[in-house]
């Protein structure tokens, strides 16, 4: 146990309060008194998510209000900002006092609670240490380890979703420029089967709605999503669709706090009443895996009353903007009920039901997150939702349309400004004509890929830009062992972390500025821009002095690594440093949407990217959108197994984590647990808290343990069950992905539990 938990025992009270409210206004308060930051910490709650100099939370990336709201936060957002401008500091004198062998038994919390870098690191294997090197010395390190590569693909360039986009275009330029498309993100492990989904259902990689439409809908229909803690400020939208008449379906094998009730806390009168208001008017339960059945089945419902009302289906729509209604159609009717509830594990009663909502709704959007994308069948599941969102033509109107939840600051923007291991011909010319570069044409890896190539040597260098790479992937040993056979690996970040002990035969670390920093430049004090869940593209501004004088921001770092890794460029990365308008410039001709970008990311709110499947314009082959006829994947686990996901707690953000509770689901002093269905629990002659050991079976047969974990009964399927990551990332194979999106298959983990001796 670490200082959090020792002496403490674990708790389990089922949560039957409000989500956000109270709650939320205490935890905050104990976390701004526990971090010391009763200063800051409110002045950034008045300029985070704000236009006219505020700064973007660097945590989810839900929009930003429109109305001019002036609390436009929640408890998530500002733990997270308040973990980042801590008064707490990590130098030379602590890496002088401990070894990385010693750093490595202390826990993740332990780790990132030691506060911010102060300075650029190097690795020395002689003592074990990280000492301190100078900007100039770690970047001409990193140029030598490039000369030595004998190929650009030895290279690969990870990305978390904290990286703004200036820095991301100019992060792609390099890794381009040097010869490669070895761009893993964390889109791979999260939202990939979305992009790919949509991209072949409507000829783009996003939804296409955006707050407004959540404002104007009739039916908000939430798959395979935790708002309370993941998106925390879609309660505020939750909540004002339940008082104006909405309905609102909630879809997850665990009915979460969001999917109950809410206080939200910048509505005073609530809060000063205890008032609540509901954010659901159905709930349903499948079992894991089982939403594409579910999903098929409110189809096959629709279809069923299109035989007695002909409005049921719009006939018009489907006719002028689709094609293969009558081959979905076919396969709808052709899929028995008897099998549609086997495999989604809810009665065709319950499925009805939704399926009314949905049919007596005039506008309806479908938002899901990685519920529905960690599977084997992640694109499957997309497409079939946007089948039924075709159905009554919900597409290309006010208040309709898909609306995936992308869960961190900027990853949506990582991928438009050019962070894609599979970059299409059009990006490739523009940014060759424009950069005077000729990038590379073949297909790079992914972050699977890139732990499989490092893993067999063919990867030897290895930058990390952001994030905690080595906590975030499946297979913890695995990709461990992967790291550790780089001949260098590079991390740009904020804050001590398990990536930084977990390097190769040279490491560096790089600090760099945070989101709620100044940074200035010779041509003055910067902006970067952030893009949003739903296209929409702003400017943040940090407030606050930087942690330490030695800091660098991202697209200061990432010139200085160019400059060295490509001694004979003609990309002017100095100047692109000097002042970030230089930057968008040249991303406005690079790319789509992003044309007059200086003037329009400074006008309020910013802009909209255009979404063509919003004006009913499709770049598919047919040039219409399409009917997907995927058949249903059997999600069934065989007897004794047990269908895993895994997920976040409540005080936690990605792999940050704050304490040990989790105050939604009633945990308090534990993350070592699995929740089980009761029934489940008895079967195994397993009581609350028990010890047991879980072991997961990989498709190539081969098993990972984790033992003595406590089990806790809870409201889910039988044959489901659910604990936290990054912790069970263990039990995740690394083999085991998904053959539709190659993202990991981290929510349908084959597991069996067991006592433990």
Same mark, same amino acid.
């Given at each position: 146990?670490?200082?959090?938990? &020792?002496?403490?025992?674990?708790?389990f009270r089922?949560?039957?309060h409000?989500?956000a409210?109270?709650?939320?206004?205490?935890?905050?308060?104990?976390? !701004?008194?526990?971090?010391?930051e009763?200063?800051?910490?409110?002045r950034?709650?008045?300029?985070?998510?704000?236009?006219?100099?505020?700064?973007d939370?660097?945590g989810c990336?839900?929009?930003d209000?429109?109305?001019?709201?002036?609390?436009?936060?929640?408890?998530?957002g +500002?733990?997270?900002?308040?973990?980042?401008?801590?008064?707490?500091r990590?130098?030379a004198?602590?890496?002088?006092?401990?070894?990385?062998?010693?750093?490595s038994?202390?826990?993740d919390?332990?780790l990132?609670?030691?506060?911010? !870098?102060?300075?650029?690191?190097?690795y020395?294997?002689?003592?074990?240490?990280?000492?301190?090197?100078?900007w100039?010395?770690?970047?001409?390190?990193?140029?030598?380890?490039?000369?030595?590569? *004998?190929?650009? =693909?030895?290279?690969s360039?990870?990305?978390?979703?904290?990286?703004?986009?200036?820095?991301?275009?100019?992060y792609q330029?390099?890794?381009r420029?040097?010869?490669?498309?070895?761009?893993?993100?964390?889109s791979?492990?999260?939202?990939?089967?979305?992009?790919r989904?949509?991209?072949?259902?409507?000829?783009?990689?996003?939804?296409?709605?955006?707050?407004?439409?959540w404002?104007?809908?009739?039916?908000?229909f939430?798959?395979g999503? #935790?708002?309370?803690?993941?998106?925390?400020?879609?309660?505020t939208?939750?909540?004002?669709?339940?008082?104006?008449?909405?309905?609102?379906?909630?879809?997850?094998?665990?009915?979460e706090?969001?999917?109950?009730?809410?206080?939200?806390?910048? =509505?005073?009168?609530?809060?000063?009443?205890?008032?609540?208001?509901?954010?659901?008017?159905?709930?349903?339960?499948?079992?894991?895996g089982g939403?594409?059945?579910?999903?098929?089945?409110?189809?096959k419902?629709?279809?069923?009353?299109?035989?007695?009302?002909?409005?049921?289906? *719009?006939?018009?729509f489907?006719?002028?903007?689709?094609?293969g209604?009558d081959?979905?159609r076919?396969?709808?009717?052709a899929?028995?009920?008897?099998?549609?509830?086997?495999q989604?594990?809810?009665?065709?009663?319950v499925?009805t039901a939704a399926?009314?909502?949905?049919?007596?709704a005039?506008?309806?959007?479908?938002?899901w997150?990685?519920?529905?994308?960690?599977?084997?069948?992640?694109?499957?599941?997309?497409?079939? @939702?946007?089948?039924? !969102?075709?159905?009554?033509? #919900?597409?290309?109107?006010?208040?309709?349309?898909p &609306?995936?939840?992308?869960g961190?600051?900027?990853v949506?923007?990582?991928?438009?400004?050019?962070?894609?291991?599979?970059p299409?011909?059009?990006?490739l010319?523009?940014?060759?004509?424009?950069?005077? @570069?000729e990038?590379?044409r073949?297909?790079?890896?992914?972050?699977?890929?890139?732990?499989?190539?490092?893993h067999?040597?063919?990867?030897?260098v290895?930058?990390?830009?952001?994030?905690?790479?080595?906590?975030?992937?499946p297979d913890?040993?695995?990709?461990?062992?992967?790291?550790?056979?780089?001949?260098?690996?590079v991390?740009?970040?904020?804050?001590l972390?398990?990536?930084?002990?977990?390097?190769?035969?040279?490491?560096?670390?790089l600090?760099?500025?945070?989101r709620?920093?100044k940074?200035?430049?010779r041509?003055?004090?910067?902006s970067t821009s952030v893009?949003?869940?739903?296209?929409?593209?702003?400017?943040?501004?940090?407030?606050?002095?930087?942690?330490?004088?030695?800091?660098?921001?991202?697209?200061?770092?990432?010139?200085?690594?160019a400059?060295?890794a490509?001694?004979?460029?003609?990309?002017?990365?100095?100047?692109?440093?000097?002042?970030?308008?230089?930057?968008?410039?040249?991303m406005?001709q690079?790319?789509?949407?992003?044309?007059?970008?200086?003037?329009?990311v400074?006008?309020?709110l910013g802009?909209r990217?255009?979404q063509p499947?919003?004006e009913? +314009?499709?770049?598919t082959?047919s040039?219409?959108?399409e009917?997907?006829?995927a058949?249903?994947p059997?999600?069934?686990?065989?007897?004794?197994?047990?269908?895993?996901g %895994?997920?976040?707690?409540? *005080?936690?953000? #990605?792999?940050?984590?704050?304490s040990?509770?989790?105050r939604?689901?009633?945990?308090?002093?534990?993350?070592?647990? @699995?929740?089980?269905?009761?029934?489940d629990?008895?079967d195994?002659?397993i009581g609350?808290f028990?010890?047991? *050991?879980i072991?997961? %079976?990989?498709? =190539?047969?081969?098993?990972?343990?984790?033992n003595r974990?406590?089990? @806790?009964p809870?409201?889910?399927?039988?044959?489901c069950?659910?604990?936290?990551?990054?912790?069970?990332?263990?039990l995740?194979? !690394?083999g085991?992905?998904?053959?539709? &999106?190659?993202?990991?298959?981290?929510?349908?983990?084959?597991?069996t539990?067991?006592?433990s001796?």
């Amino acid at each position: 146990m670490d200082e959090r938990t &020792s002496g403490e025992q674990p708790e389990f009270r089922p949560y039957h309060h409000p989500a956000a409210g109270w709650g939320a206004a205490r935890s905050v308060t104990e976390f !701004l008194v526990r971090e010391r930051e009763l200063v800051d910490g409110p002045r950034a709650i008045m300029r985070m998510n704000h236009e006219n100099g505020g700064f973007d939370c660097p945590g989810c990336a839900w929009p930003d209000d429109t109305k001019g709201l002036h609390l436009d936060i929640c408890e998530n957002g +500002i733990k997270h900002v308040t973990w980042e401008m801590t008064r707490k500091r990590v130098g030379a004198e602590f890496f002088a006092a401990h070894t990385v062998a010693e750093l490595s038994e202390w826990s993740d919390f332990e780790l990132e609670d030691q506060g911010r !870098l102060t300075e650029p690191l190097r690795y020395d294997p002689g003592i074990d240490r990280y000492v301190p090197i100078s900007w100039p010395e770690a970047f001409a390190l990193f140029g030598r380890a490039m000369a030595e590569l *004998d190929s650009p =693909d030895q290279a690969s360039f990870y990305t978390s979703g904290r990286l703004g986009n200036e820095a991301t275009f100019l992060y792609q330029l390099m890794a381009r420029e040097f010869g490669t498309n070895n761009l893993p993100d964390c889109s791979n492990m999260c939202h990939e089967a979305s992009g790919r989904a949509l991209q072949a259902s409507l000829g783009t990689g996003k939804g296409t709605v955006d707050l407004k439409d959540w404002e104007m809908t009739d039916a908000l229909f939430i798959l395979g999503v #935790n708002a309370a803690s993941n998106a925390p400020r879609m309660l505020t939208s939750l909540a004002e669709a339940y008082r104006r008449g909405a309905q609102i379906v909630h879809i997850n094998p665990l009915v979460e706090a969001a999917a109950t009730r809410t206080i939200i806390p910048h =509505d005073f009168a609530r809060m000063a009443t205890f008032k609540a208001t509901r954010t659901s008017t159905l709930n349903v339960q499948p079992r894991i895996g089982g939403d594409m059945a579910l999903v098929r089945g409110m189809a096959k419902a629709v279809f069923e009353e299109a035989e007695h009302d002909p409005k049921a289906v *719009d006939a018009e729509f489907v006719d002028r903007h689709t094609t293969g209604f009558d081959d979905y159609r076919a396969l709808c009717e052709a899929t028995p009920w008897p099998e549609i509830e086997r495999q989604s594990g809810v009665s065709r009663a319950v499925i009805t039901a939704a399926a009314r909502v949905y049919c007596e709704a005039d506008r309806s959007i479908f938002s899901w997150c990685l519920g529905i994308t960690q599977h084997e069948h992640g694109v499957d599941t997309v497409r079939e @939702i946007v089948n039924l !969102l075709l159905l009554r033509g #919900n597409l290309g109107r006010e208040g309709a349309g898909p &609306s995936p939840v992308r869960g961190h600051s900027n990853v949506q923007g990582n991928r438009t400004c050019g962070i894609d291991h599979r970059p299409d011909e059009a990006f490739l010319d523009r940014l060759a004509e424009v950069c005077g @570069i000729e990038p590379p044409r073949a297909h790079g890896l992914d972050t699977i890929g890139t732990i499989e190539a490092m893993h067999r040597g063919e990867v030897k260098v290895f930058v990390g830009m952001g994030g905690n790479f080595a906590l975030a992937a499946p297979d913890t040993p695995h990709t461990f062992a992967a790291l550790r056979k780089c001949a260098l690996t590079v991390q740009v970040s904020t804050k001590l972390n398990r990536s930084h002990l977990v390097h190769g035969e040279q490491a560096l670390i790089l600090p760099c500025l945070g989101r709620t920093e100044k940074d200035h430049q010779r041509g003055g004090l910067q902006s970067t821009s952030v893009e949003d869940s739903m296209s929409m593209v702003h400017l943040s501004r940090g407030m606050k002095r930087p942690a330490s004088p030695h800091l660098l921001s991202e697209p200061a770092i990432i010139a200085g690594l160019a400059a060295a890794a490509l001694p004979g460029s003609r990309t002017p990365w100095q100047r692109y440093v000097e002042d970030y308008d230089r930057i968008r410039d040249t991303m406005a001709q690079v790319l789509d949407g992003f044309e007059d970008f200086n003037r329009r990311v400074r006008l309020p709110l910013g802009f909209r990217i255009r979404q063509p499947a919003r004006e009913l +314009i499709f770049h598919t082959p047919s040039g219409r959108a399409e009917f997907s006829t995927a058949e249903l994947p059997d999600v069934v686990p065989a007897d004794g197994v047990l269908a895993l996901g %895994t997920m976040r707690s409540h *005080d936690q953000w #990605n792999t940050t984590i704050y304490s040990d509770d989790d105050r939604y689901r009633g945990i308090k002093n534990l993350r070592t647990l @699995i929740f089980m269905n009761a029934e489940d629990m008895r079967d195994r002659g397993i009581g609350e808290f028990d010890r047991v *050991d879980i072991t997961s %079976t990989a498709r =190539d047969g081969s098993t990972r343990t984790l033992n003595r974990y406590q089990a @806790i009964p809870y409201d889910i399927p039988r044959g489901c069950a659910a604990g936290y990551m990054p912790e069970m990332n263990v039990l995740c194979a !690394l083999g085991d992905y998904s053959t539709q &999106s190659d993202q990991p298959i981290m929510k349908h983990v084959a597991v069996t539990v067991e006592p433990s001796a």
